[in-house]
């Protein structure tokens, strides 16, 4: 009978830092730097998620509604997203992504996965297979901060 060696306790802080770092490398990979990470994301958070109040947009990037509101207007007058009336209450307004901010979102990351395949191509294959088996398990963690209405509000105690 073969009996696992125990597993080694996680660390929560070195994840933490090291997932980060993961999201900044990908920053860096998206070029251009012509949106903002927030835009950025309140595009795919939209692209995800459907059509979302600009009260959720801002709850969920961390920003006040005026900055949602002026940031919606400039993805509105670069044609990435729109205003629409509210299929269930036609008074209220909501925030959609349009073809076009999906075809640039496609397009941006295309960009980022070339560039990603490039650094990957430089690490031993043991390096790819083990970040390619991390991979479900990273997307259940990310399911489970995300839930069905979108990412997960941090408490008040708790900065980011």
Excluded: C, N, Y
């Amino acid at each position: 009978m073969d009996i696992d060696p125990p597993a080694q306790p996680v660390d929560e802080l070195e994840l933490a830092v090291g997932l980060a770092r993961i999201r900044t490398m990908m920053r860096l990979l998206d070029v251009p730097r012509d949106l903002s990470i927030t835009a950025l994301s309140t595009l795919a958070g939209l692209e995800r998620l459907g059509p979302r109040r600009l009260t959720d947009l801002a709850v969920m990037e961390g920003v006040t509604q005026p900055a949602m509101t002026q940031l919606v207007s400039r993805l509105e007058r670069e044609a990435l997203a729109e205003r629409q009336a509210d299929p269930s209450d036609r008074r209220v307004v909501v925030v959609a992504i349009t073809r076009h901010g999906r075809a640039e979102l496609a397009r941006r990351r295309a960009v980022q996965a070339k560039r990603l395949a490039e650094l990957l191509a430089e690490l031993p294959e043991e390096d790819r297979a083990a970040i390619a088996a991390a991979l479900p398990a990273l997307e259940r963690l990310t399911a489970r901060a995300f839930g069905p209405a979108g990412p997960a509000v941090p408490s008040p105690e708790v900065s980011a």
